[in-house]
C-alpha cells in the first residue's frame, strides 16, 4: 500500500496548532514565536513531512534570470545553450523565467560591448542573475569585469560559463577542467609521439580557458617528453584557422602529433584531409558535427569532450540555487572525456550529455 503523505494539516494537529502557524513556521516568518516555530518544525521532521518545493515557489515573486552569450563557433555556443534551455524548461514549475540573448559574432571588441549593453538592461529590469559566456582574451575583459562588481554590488548574482572572468566578483563558474583536458591531450599524444616535435593550436595564449589547456599539457609533458613543443593561436577565426594549419605544417616537417584544443578544429582538420605525406596524431576538441565521420576516417585519432550541453544545464541550475538557497560553491569543473570511433555515438544522444 502507497504511504500516505503527510501534509501541513496533519502537522497542525499533531503539534496542536493552526494550519495558518504551520505556514508561518515552515515559511520562515516572522509573526512566530520561536518556541512554536521550533514545535512545528520538530513535528514536521517527526512526521516525515517534505515540503512541495514547486507549491512553494509559485507563491514567492517571480525570478528572472538572463544570459548573455557570443563565441565565433556557433556549435559550441548553441550547445551550451540547448543545456540552459533544458534546465530552463525545468525551473518553470518554480516562477522562473529565463531570457537567453545570443549575440551574433562580429569580433570580440564589438560583442563585448552588446554585451555590456544587454547586461545594463537586465539590470534596470531587475533580473536577479544572469549567465555570461563571453569568448574574449583575458586583457580584453577589464570593462565587463567591473561592470560585473557594479552590478553585484547592487544585488544581481552574475555566473560565467565555459569561460571564466578571473578577478572579478562574478558568484560562481560551471566549466571543463581544462587543466585536466591539456594533461589528457599530452598524455595521448605521447603514446605515438614522444621523442618527436608535437604541436598544440590554442585561440589564444591570453585566454583563461586556453591558458588553462597550455599549463596542464606542459605539466604532463614536462621537458623531455617531447622533443618540441609549439603553440599557434588562431583566435577562432575561420580563415586565419587555415592559415595557421598551413603555415604550421610548413614550418615543422617532422611534426608528428597536434593537440587542436579548440571546436575550430573541424576547420583545421580539413586542411589536413588528403595530405598522404603526412603521418600525424591529432586529438580534436568537442563533438561537432563533423567529428564522427573524422574519427571514422582517422583525420582525428582522438577527441577530447567538454560537454558544452552539460556546462549550460549545470550553470543554469547553480545560479538559481544560490539565488534561492545562497549556496557557496563558486566554481564547478566538468571532467572532460575522450571519444574514439568506438564510443562516439554514444554521446550523439542528448540523454548522455
Known sequence: MKEKKVTIYDIAREAGVSVGTVNRALGGKTRISPETKQTVLDTAERLGYRANSAAQSLRRAPITLGAILFCPIDEYVDSIIDGMRTTADALEKYNVTVDIR???????????????????????????????????????????????????????????VANDIPGSRRVLHVGVDAHMAGKMAAELLSMSCTGGDVALMVTSQNSPVNMEYIKGFSAYAGDDLFHSVRIYEHFDDKHRVTQVTERMLSENPDLRGIYMATASSSIACECVRGRTDLNLTIITTDLLRATPEFLKNRLSTAVIFQNPYRQGKNVLRALYDHITQKTSEDISLIAPHILLSSNVEAYLSEKNM
Open 102 to 160: 545570443k549575440i551574433d559574432y562580429t569580433s570580440n571588441a564589438d560583442c563585448l560591448k552588446k554585451a555590456e549593453q544587454i547586461l545594463r538592461t537586465f539590470a534596470e529590469a531587475q533580473y536577479r542573475g544572469v549567465v555570461l559566456f563571453l569568448s574574449a582574451m583575458l586583457d580584453e575583459l577589464g570593462g565587463i569585469s567591473a561592470l560585473i562588481d557594479e552590478l553585484t554590488e547592487g544585488g544581481m548574482a552574475i555566473a560565467t
